[in-house]
């Protein structure tokens, strides 16, 4: 039963361009969402997030979108870097549980220079 | 400030064995949650802890596995009699006691490597 999902396993862009990765979710108990970023052999780094009260998001270079009727949130990143390239994970999670985060599969970014 | 630090970061077993996976929290966490990972998958929730308490184990396989947090020392994450589906990469994240009202955002370890032979 997978609650989180990423249905595009990989993604490749063109430095400069626009990355949208994107992600839906199943369980309408959650109520906030994470996106972390993943190099190999190292751990899951906190990029943004976005709390069900709002819709929108903006860091920098990362906005995340949040559409909760069609429970789906999406990952924009502009202009995309070379360094950017990574695994991408969306995760969620309810205030009403324990915090635990619900992953999915990930999205492999690929950003040629 | 330290991160989260998880040792080994590489550990071979040979079936039938036991496996020890450790996880010190960064400083002034206390709370952990242990994550799987395996091949080609997002990380899927096995147990949170807090100090020498057990809260939430349900993504912790029946048998075999076992996890605790004492109150000095770190988080382990044991795995009893390894087999080779065990084989997998387990990341161990920290978080801070917050209000309920804004999110306790998770901190992630390196991850341990697990092999079973």
């Known amino acids: 039963d997978q609650q989180v999902k990423q249905n595009s396993p990989s993604l490749s862009v063109q430095e400069g361009r626009i990355s949208i990765l994107n992600c839906d979710y199943t369980?309408?108990?959650?109520?906030?969402f994470l996106w972390y970023k993943k190099y190999p052999a190292e751990g899951p780094t906190f990029l943004i997030s976005?709390?069900?009260?709002?819709d929108k998001n903006e860091d920098g270079r990362f906005t995340v979108f949040l559409n909760k009727s069609a429970k789906h949130l999406s990952l924009h990143i502009v202009p995309s870097q070379p360094g950017d390239s990574a695994v991408y994970f969306c995760?969620?999670?309810?205030?009403?549980?324990?915090?635990?985060?619900?992953f999915g599969q990930g999205t492999t970014l690929q950003v040629k220079p | 400030n330290a991160g989260v630090m998880q040792n080994p970061r590489h550990l071979v077993r040979r079936r039938g064995q036991e496996a020890r996976l450790r996880c010190s929290p960064m400083?002034?966490?206390?709370?952990v949650y242990w994550y799987r990972q395996l091949p080609e998958e997002g990380l899927k929730f096995m147990v949170y802890?807090?100090?020498?308490?057990?809260?939430?184990e349900s993504g912790m396989p029946k048998e075999r596995f076992s996890a605790e947090f004492p109150k000095e020392g770190p988080s382990i994450l044991r795995i009893q009699q390894v087999v080779r589906g065990d084989s997998a990469a387990y990341f161990c994240?920290?978080?801070?006691?917050?209000?309920?009202?804004?999110?306790?955002?998770?901190?992630f370890g390196p991850g341990t490597r697990l092999t079973v032979l």
């Open positions: 994240a920290s978080s801070s006691q917050r209000a309920r009202e804004t999110y306790n955002e998770q901190f």
């Open positions: 369980n309408s108990m959650f109520d906030y």
């Open positions: 976005i709390s069900s009260i709002k």
């Open positions: 995760a969620a999670s309810g205030v009403s549980n324990t915090g635990k985060l619900i």
């Open positions: 400083k002034g966490h206390s709370h």
């Open positions: 802890l807090q100090k020498e308490n057990i809260i939430d």
